[in-house]
């Protein structure tokens, strides 16, 4: 089967899941996050197929996240009482049941996340049994510079990595490779870019119904290649040192107390994003900590309604993608001016209903 920007078809025992949209850099739409749930659905009832992999039609992105611009089109429509905002709602409930199904998917699930992995992306990949990262893969988190918030499952997984690195992640939008992927265990296995071909076709020539884990686990040990050194140990002393607290005032004076070029850079970083997102992105980061998968969806779901009913969210997307200024005019502009009451609302259930789970 194929629609629009992605294509299905069982290869073997494996169901393959290919990302299409290589001028988009394989941002997810709202139909391809339906088609992909579908497909998901199907296989996981069906005998035939042992495993899934989710693999992109270039090397130059996985998915480089979802498709915010075509939100950001009808959210500004909607506001303006153009049309209802069905895309608004939608968009988020299809792509955040994506990201559950991928969670309880019953059967491996194999992402080969070659090159830029963004956003949407990460919840297409982080949440699956395996995660192949190469050379080529960049993945961030870089919500709070567009006015929203890390999603897709990201308050459930980025506060159980080691220490408070999650929360340096989510807030820094920092982009990391293959060896901080792994040595986080955001990724589980490093291959080289160049041999993702091959590994794809051994693997779908090897899965068979049985024991689908092992054929797998053979075929990648046999291409592992050493991701390197990553760039972060050395900094996360520091990181869970200055990102410990629950309040970003502290958290960004103890970054400004510290002696050092990368805590002055993250500080100045944080300061450039957007007030309302920073604060909003903290509350979710510690409240995902104590909840579980489908509290941590329901609850980012909330958060979406939220945002798209505010202000940062189009200005953060007009900066970056329309306009390209790079210059947001945030609204409250200063963390000062963000007060605890307008967070507090955002994790409230929206009039039209929680997001739920149908099977």
């Known amino acids: 089967m194929t629609i629009a920007d992605v294509s299905f078809a069982v290869e073997g025992a494996v169901g393959v899941v290919t990302l299409d949209r290589p001028k988009a850099l394989n941002a997810l739409t709202q139909p391809m996050c339906v088609a992909i749930d579908r497909a998901l659905a199907a296989w996981a009832r069906d005998d035939a197929v042992a495993a899934v992999l989710v693999r992109s039609s270039t090397e130059r992105a996985f998915c480089a996240g979802g498709d915010v611009r075509a939100v950001y089109d009808d959210g500004i429509a909607w506001k303006r009482g153009e049309t209802p905002g069905h895309l608004v709602r939608d968009f988020f409930r299809d792509e955040y049941r994506m990201n559950r199904r991928i969670k309880v998917f019953p ?190 969806m329901r609850m980012e779901y909330r958060m979406t309604q939220a945002v798209l009913a505010g202000h940062d969210f189009y200005e953060g997307i007009r900066a970056q993608l329309v306009d390209k200024d790079r210059s947001p005019r945030w609204a409250p502009a200063s963390l000062d001016a963000v007060d605890d009451d307008t967070i507090a609302s955002c994790f409230l259930a929206p009039a039209q209903g929680d997001l739920t789970f149908p099977d």
């Not at 955001?186 to 160049?194: D, K, L, Q, R, S």
Request: hydrophobic share 45%.
């Open 107 to 296: 059967k491996p699930y194999i992402a080969m996340i070659d090159g830029i992995t963004m956003g949407g992306g990460v919840g297409l990949s982080v949440h699956g049994s395996h995660r192949v990262a190469t050379d080529r893969t960049m993945l961030a988190m870089p919500e709070t510079g567009i006015g929203l918030f890390p999603d897709v499952g990201a308050s459930y997984v980025l506060p159980r990595l080691p220490g408070e690195i999650g929360l340096f992640l989510a807030l820094t939008g920092t982009r990391i490779k293959s060896p901080d992927l792994i040595d986080l265990g955001i990724a589980t296995h490093a291959v080289a870019g160049e041999r993702i071909a091959q590994v794809t076709a051994e693997l779908i020539d090897a899965i068979r119904p049985g024991d689908p884990k092992a054929a797998i686990d053979r075929v990648l040990g046999r291409h592992a290649a050493s991701a390197g050194e990553p760039d972060l140990a050395a900094r996360r002393p520091l990181i869970d040192r200055c990102f410990a607290h629950d309040d970003i005032d502290r958290i960004l004076a103890a970054l400004d107390g510290e002696a050092d070029a990368f805590a002055a850079t993250i500080a100045a970083t944080i300061r450039t994003m957007s007030p309302t997102s920073v604060k909003l992105t903290l509350a979710e980061m510690r409240r995902g900590r104590s909840q579980d998968f489908d509290e941590c």
